[in-house]
């Protein structure tokens, strides 16, 4: 199975400031990858899928990136409702994998 | 409007068996392949199984192949899940998910997902 790597696992930062989560995966991928935001006793929101592409109706502020094994999910200004738990998903083969999670927490 | 609502969690013993049902609304069920994705408490996000809108093909984690089995009635609009001879580890939120977006044939990311309903496996 492909295996997902996520770094930070935690991550404290403040309103505004730009942060970068990043995923690795074991072997290469394409551009077979998603971005979720989870908040708790909620399921995940898809962000990004594909790599790149916003799912509609997502703020601008999220961008991806990467390609093959390295990938990126971007939030240029953080705003307060984005302090959650972010999973990068790849589905590029069966069984798919997720990441085990980038807790954002404020500063 | 497009939504996803799971039942059929609950409190079961070890051993037993139990089945997860989905009902899906505001979109067309059957070209879609549909997932099921677990939360442990205070875990992270696990895929269980998928089974593919066109071919019908499924597939399942390893950790729960040979004791689950994921179908779907399309006209009920309805994905299940039946899981048997469960263990403590199978405690978790189980979610259903439509692989809606993405490349790539039979697969994508998961764009909708249900509310969730809780299994908990205890004696």
């Known amino acids: 199975a492909i295996q997902l790597t996520q770094s930070p696992s935690s991550l404290s930062a403040s309103v505004g400031d730009r942060v970068t989560i990043t995923c690795r995966a074991s072997q290469g991928i394409s551009s077979a990858l998603a971005w979720y935001q989870q908040k708790p006793g909620k399921p995940p929101k898809l962000l990004i899928y594909d790599a790149s592409n916003l799912e509609s109706g997502v703020p601008s502020r999220f961008s991806g990136s990467g390609s093959g094994t390295d990938f990126a999910l971007t939030i240029s200004s953080l705003q307060p409702e984005d302090f959650a738990t972010y999973y990068c998903?790849?589905?590029?083969?069966?069984?798919?994998?997720f990441g085990q999670g980038t807790r954002l927490e404020i500063k | 409007e497009v939504q996803l609502v799971e039942s059929g969690g609950g409190l079961v013993k070890p051993g037993t068996s139990l089945r997860l049902s989905c009902v899906v609304s505001g979109f067309s069920f059957r070209g879609y392949t549909m997932n099921w994705v677990r939360q442990a408490p205070g875990r992270g996000l696990e895929w269980v199984s998928s089974?593919?809108?066109?071919?019908?093909?499924?597939y399942y984690a390893d950790s729960v192949n040979g004791r689950f089995t994921i179908s779907r009635d399309n006209a009920k609009n309805s994905l299940y899940l039946q899981m048997s001879s469960l263990r403590a580890e199978d405690t978790a939120v189980y979610y259903c998910?439509?692989?809606?977006?993405?490349?790539?044939?039979?697969?994508?990311?998961?764009?909708?997902w249900g509310q969730g309903t809780m299994v908990t496996v205890s004696s």
């Open positions: 998910a439509r692989a809606g977006v993405g490349s790539g044939w039979e697969r994508g990311a998961f764009d909708i």
């Open positions: 998903h790849q589905f590029t083969s069966y069984p798919n994998t």
């Open positions: 089974l593919a809108g066109s071919s019908g093909s499924v």
